[in-house]
């Protein structure tokens, strides 16, 4: 098993930048990729960014690219999205989700991924 916690939402005007955090631990050492999905109110939840815990390939929903990075640190089991030039549209919750399937195997399905985290709110003002 692996557990996920998530940090680093809140609420942020537009134009605004925030840096959400997920610690894995337990069998960390499975994991393959890792991913941020958010979920709006009414919505389904949708792709955000997924990185390769390995060689660090990364990839990004349309929405976000140019805005947001995903990155990790395996010494400490930890992966971050930097979130900038942030939009109201933005405004979700947001999980982080791990898995031990190969990276390059549908990672924008959030169906593929075995675990998440809690998820954190961001918020964003006009």
């Known amino acids: 098993q692996v557990q996920l916690v998530e940090s680093g939402g809140g609420l942020v005007q537009a134009g605004g930048s925030l840096r959400l955090s997920c610690a894995a631990s337990g069998r960390a050492f499975s994991i393959n990729a890792m991913g941020w999905f958010r979920q709006a109110p009414g919505k389904e939840r949708e792709f955000v960014a997924a990185?390769?815990?390995?060689?660090?390939?990364?990839d990004y929903s349309n929405s976000v690219k140019g805005r947001f990075t995903i990155s990790r640190d395996n010494a400490k089991n930890t992966v971050y999205l930097q979130m900038n030039s942030l939009k109201p549209e933005d405004t979700a919750v947001y999980y982080c989700a791990a898995r031990t399937l190969p990276w390059f195997f549908e990672y924008s399905d959030y169906s593929r991924y075995a675990y998440w985290g809690q998820g954190t709110q961001v918020t964003v003002s006009s």
């Open positions: 990185i390769s815990w390995s060689g660090g390939s990364t």
